[in-house]
């Protein structure tokens, strides 16, 4: 990315920075702080924590993934979707930061919680490094890696995602998934806190 481009800088129609609530809870975070990396800091902790991961989470229209809307909700995923059928998933989202003239990943999506449930260690930030997956458990087995990078946007590409999906998971999956989320007022009946977590 081109640290002079203002796409990437500025609000989108879903990353809605520019919305008075995430404003309002952007300002909360920092605590008055003046520092670009403490910001980036204390915004990523408490989206980390604050706003909880569930698989569970509409994923075919826009406004799933606006911020204010996430915000609203308390809860959110990397990339929306219902069970896949596979350990493949096609699209995950981070967020880069321009910090210190250089543009850092990160990955406040996997809540403290849920990392624990998954025996892994939730992934820390100091706004200096890259902080993008855990490729290892706490038991040291293989837990995760990136096997396809699909470059970086300046807003998110939900009808490119949708395509993808429908291509990796088959269109009738998805459209099921989809007529699911309808038939339920896009409200899941699935309550993934409270899951059984199978150890393979």
């Known amino acids: 990315m081109n640290?002079?481009?203002?796409?990437y800088l500025t609000p989108t129609a879903i990353i809605d920075?520019?919305?008075k609530a995430i404003i309002a809870y952007a300002r909360e975070i920092i605590r008055g702080s003046k520092d670009p990396v403490e910001q980036a800091i204390n915004i990523y902790y408490a989206v980390r924590d604050g706003i909880w991961y569930t698989p569970y989470y509409p994923f075919y229209l826009p406004e799933h993934y606006r911020a204010s809307n996430v915000l609203k909700s308390g809860r959110g995923y990397c990339v929306c979707n219902e069970f896949l059928g596979t350990d493949l998933f096609v699209y995950h989202?981070?967020?880069?930061?321009?910090?210190?003239?250089?543009?850092?990943?990160?990955?406040p999506a996997f809540n403290v919680e849920l990392c624990e449930r998954h025996g892994v260690a939730p992934l820390e930030f100091n706004g200096l490094e890259d902080s993008i997956f855990q490729p290892y458990s706490l038991e040291k087995k293989e837990f995760m890696e990136y096997v396809a990078d699909y470059g970086t946007y300046a807003d998110i590409p939900v009808d490119t995602i949708v395509a993808a999906w429908k291509?990796?998971?088959?269109?009738k999956r998805v459209a099921n998934w989809i007529a699911q989320f309808e038939k339920s007022g896009e409200i899941s009946s699935r309550d993934f806190d409270r899951e059984?977590?199978?150890?393979?």
Not at 93 to 107: H, Q, S
Not at 196 to 200: L, T, V
Request: net charge negative; aromatic share 18%.
């Open 17 to 19: 920075s520019d919305h």
């Open 3 to 7: 640290p002079a481009d203002d796409k």
């Open 167 to 171: 291509k990796a998971y088959g269109e």
């Open 196 to 200: 059984e977590i199978w150890k393979g």
């Open 93 to 107: 989202g981070f967020v880069e930061f321009y910090l210190k003239e250089k543009w850092v990943k990160a990955t």
